[in-house]
């Protein structure tokens, strides 16, 4: 199987199911992201700085995924399509990495070429490629991440055992730590590696665990001395507390078995089984025959995960026993390093801060480094089906099988990418009406926008958008040329989907309110002019803003 002929396949697939994400629209984060970049221009920070400010928290330190951020808001701006384009092409890179891995350790192109694929088109794992603001981080560290394993399979298994395989993987390994710390689990998975392909010679571990041990004191090194000598501009939404050591012993062994089963199985359908789980065996928890989706989407939940994963593992059990009896050594142990680098995947997330770090479900972008494991072992689990039905004269099946798990999860895919479309449409010509109408800010300017429609759970009414309106509008209104002072976007002020408030500096003011109450208390307390204030109200029937400045004013 031509290696050109995959990369063609893969590309023209993955743009015929994700053709449709360069015509959505920014998300959430990555308004905050847009606001950092323009602080740190705004203060004239040097790159050094920029790079290694704890801007957000003290704990994240991913000086590339901030480079390469910055450098793609310099250069693309606000025009959401390149970030797409950008977003689809990392994911193909990585699907032809994850191929390349596959090949190496399982040693059959066809097999391969599945992992590859399930990766490709994988709905659990899209979101990292779907929400741009997480594709530099997630998606780049991911793409250092196959590299590194790549040349480290390269030097385990291959005849002469290069050393400069192991010091390119090793570093590709460090560089991928500088985009997302969720790769800090291959500190453990480089020696279990080793141990599952070079059992007879334990003693020459030390091969690995010299360098590892090495950079494990660099990394820790200067993770310390950014702690220690940083200045983090700290904001309420992220000055959170870690978990205690019970919590982490809690979550060690209830985050691997949800990585694990999630990885293989979609949230809708964990949540469908969770709620006859709960209809059937709590019925205390349902009113009006509706299970307590609080009750479904925790305890039911986290009881599905756990069956699941005991399903699973009993399923790789005897594809092990398979392969051993067809004496297909290389298959048998990739199940067992696949079911090491799913689990070990799930550490890093015991280490999330706040409420946060209390999931059942777990989110997508969390799971795709991960899906290289579940990838590889859905290859195995499609290969072992199609031998099997062979001797039936029923391999058409397992064919068809495969063929109708990758269109359910492209099916997927595309139906939440045209959803997004939709929304995009709504909430770009939301800010497009506002500018238009107002193009210019006064010294003092302050957007009052009132909702007839609660969005995502909340009871607040709010326009649709999953982030602050407020700081969306700071950073839309610097872009078109309303040049305002680097204090605006200092502790991610009006970032919080329900923020409301006004700030004074630098001879500017600038202020988002929904609640008229709000607004007449910032008025009187900063003596705001009803000039400088710009109203409007949301339609959510047409998806029409409604300008009622004049009536707003005129209540002032």
């Known amino acids: 199987m ?99 891995l596959a090949n190496t350790l399982l040693k059959k192109k066809w097999i391969s070429f599945l992992a590859g694929l399930f990766f490709l088109i994988n709905f659990i794992s899209s979101q990292a490629v779907v929400w741009v603001a997480t594709t530099i981080g997630t998606v780049g560290s991911t793409t250092f991440a196959l590299s590194s394993l790549i040349f480290y399979a390269k030097y385990v298994l291959g005849p002469k055992q290069k050393r400069v395989d192991l010091m390119v993987s090793l570093i590709l390994f460090f560089i991928s730590l500088g985009f997302h710390e969720r790769t800090l689990f291959l500190f453990i998975f480089f020696p279990i590696f080793w141990l599952v392909y070079q059992k007879n010679s334990i003693g020459n571990i030390r091969r690995v665990a010299m360098p590892l041990l090495f950079m494990v004191i660099t990394y820790i090194s200067l993770r310390v001395f950014l702690i220690v000598f940083s200045q983090p501009a700290l904001s309420e939404s992220t000055a959170l507390t870690g978990p205690s050591l019970s919590v982490f012993g809690i979550r060690l062994f209830s985050n ?77 142990k990739s199940i067992y390093l696949s079911l090491a680098f799913i689990l070990l995947s799930s550490l890093p997330l015991m280490a999330i801060s706040g409420k946060a770090g209390y999931f059942s479900l777990v989110d997508g972008r969390y799971q795709y480094i991960t899906s290289i494991g579940s990838s590889i072992l859905l290859s195995l689990f499609f290969y072992w089906l199609y031998r099997a039905l062979k001797k039936l004269h029923l391999s058409a099946l397992a064919i068809l099988s495969a063929i109708a798990f990758i269109g359910v999860h492209g099916f997927f ?57 407020g700081q969306v509008l700071l950073v839309w209104y610097d872009f078109k040329g309303q040049r305002l002072p680097a204090c605006m976007f200092q502790g991610q002020f009006l970032y919080q989907i329900v923020s409301e408030g006004y700030r004074e500096c630098d001879g500017r003011g600038f202020g988002y309110f929904r609640n008229l109450s709000n607004l007449e208390k910032a008025v009187v307390e900063h003596n705001i002019s009803s000039e400088s204030i710009f109203a409007f109200r949301y339609n959510s029937a047409t998806n029409e803003l409604i300008d009622i400045s004049d009536s707003v004013r005129a209540h002032f």
């Open 413 to 469: 895919i595309r139906t939440y990418l045209n959803s997004q479309v939709q929304i995009g449409v709504v909430r770009k010509s939301i800010l497009d009406k506002v500018s238009t109408t107002y193009p210019l800010l006064s010294r003092q300017a302050v957007f009052y926008i009132e909702s007839d429609t609660a969005y995502y759970g909340l009871s607040d009414k709010i326009l649709p958008f999953q982030t602050g309106l």
């Open 256 to 332: 691997s078995y949800k990585v694990f089963t999630q990885s293989f199985m979609v949230e809708s359908f964990i949540i469908r089984v969770a709620e006859i789980l709960v209809g059937l065996g709590y019925p205390q928890f349902v009113k009006n025959n509706t299970p307590d989706p609080f009750i479904v989407q925790s305890v039911g939940v986290d009881i599905i995960s756990f069956l699941g994963f005991v399903l699973i593992i009993g399923i790789c059990i005897l594809l092990v026993h398979y392969f051993r009896n067809t004496k297909e050594f290389f298959l048998k």
């Open 2 to 100: 031509n290696s050109i002929l995959i990369i063609i396949f893969y590309t023209a697939l993955a743009f015929l199911v994700f053709g449709k994400l360069p015509f959505t629209f920014f998300l959430q984060d990555e308004w905050v992201i847009f606001g950092s970049a323009l602080y740190w221009d705004k203060t004239k920070l040097t790159i050094i700085e920029q790079l290694f400010t704890h801007h957000q928290q003290i704990t994240h330190m991913i000086p590339f995924a901030r480079f390469a951020a910055l450098y793609e808001f310099k250069i693309f701006g606000l025009n959401f399509t390149p970030y797409g384009l950008v977003s689809i092409g990392l994911h193909v890179v990585n699907a032809v990495l994850v191929f390349w």
